[in-house]
């Protein structure tokens, strides 16, 4: 049976870009299962399924319905647990919200306001007013301020990164050996950025940048498909 995933998209459908939403397309190819992208544009996401969910990502796995990226990944380790593991473990999966914590806190914050006018300039002229009157409301300033600060903030940002840069020291993914959720977490947020910015938010030679390149060559290179923005 073929998973639903329904993800955000702009203009161009090819370019789904919302982290979250990567978090569970990765999750779905994680365990082997056959799955078909939904793309769907802001305004369109309130109908997805009913109006389950006022965000995507949501699933559809036969008769369930699925809302929420971790909520998703649970969903997935519970009912397919002969397939390969995303948590290792309930220990694992109390870890991997630590891990999803600390990456909307630290990574989101960052890079959300930095391609605030990169996301705002890939949607239609529908979508554009929806998200600048949404994220204004978010930020409490326009996203031409929001958005001021990317250079200036760009040090500590990279910086911030030091705890990922120091535990890839020791071993080719966060998951160990091998990917695990908390991997698609932090790069569901790095390919956010890719998909819809030039912005150079790491340096060509941080250590950081070979983990990303592995996570995106996973599952036969399901997240380098999407070209990064020029």
């Known amino acids: 049976m073929t998973i639903l995933i329904y993800e955000l998209v702009g203009t161009d459908e090819g370019r789904p ?76 999966r109390a870890m991997a919200r630590f891990i999803e914590r600390w990456t909307q806190l630290t990574i989101h914050t960052y890079l959300g306001q930095a391609a605030l006018l990169d996301i705002h300039a890939r949607q239609d002229a529908d979508n554009q007013p929806y998200f600048r009157t949404s ?36 071993q080719p993914f966060i998951g160990g050996k091998r990917p695990l959720f908390p991997d698609y977490i932090v790069f569901g947020a790095l390919q956010w950025v890719r998909v819809v910015s030039p912005f150079a938010y790491l340096a060509t030679d941080d250590p950081v940048t070979p983990w990303f390149e592995r996570c995106l060559d996973l599952f036969d290179g399901l997240g380098r498909r999407v070209p990064a923005a020029a």
């Not at 078909?36 to 369109?44: C, D, G, S, T």
């Not at 009913?50 to 796995?61: A, C, F, L, N, Q």
């Open 17 to 92: 870009f919302s982290p979250h939403c990567w978090k569970a397309v990765m999750a779905v190819a994680h365990k082997g299962l056959d799955f078909q992208r939904v793309p769907k544009r802001f305004l369109e996401v309130p109908a997805v399924e009913g109006g389950v969910s006022k965000t995507v990502p949501v699933i559809r796995d036969g008769d369930r319905v699925v809302a929420d990226s971790f909520a998703i990944a649970e969903h997935l380790e519970d009912t397919y647990p002969d397939r390969p593991t995303l948590f290792g473990g309930e220990g694992g």
């Open 135 to 170: 994220r204004e409301a978010r930020f409490k300033r326009t996203l031409e301020e929001a958005a001021a600060g990317r250079d200036a903030g760009l040090a500590a940002f990279r910086a911030s990164l030091e705890p990922l840069r120091s535990t890839l020291s020791y």
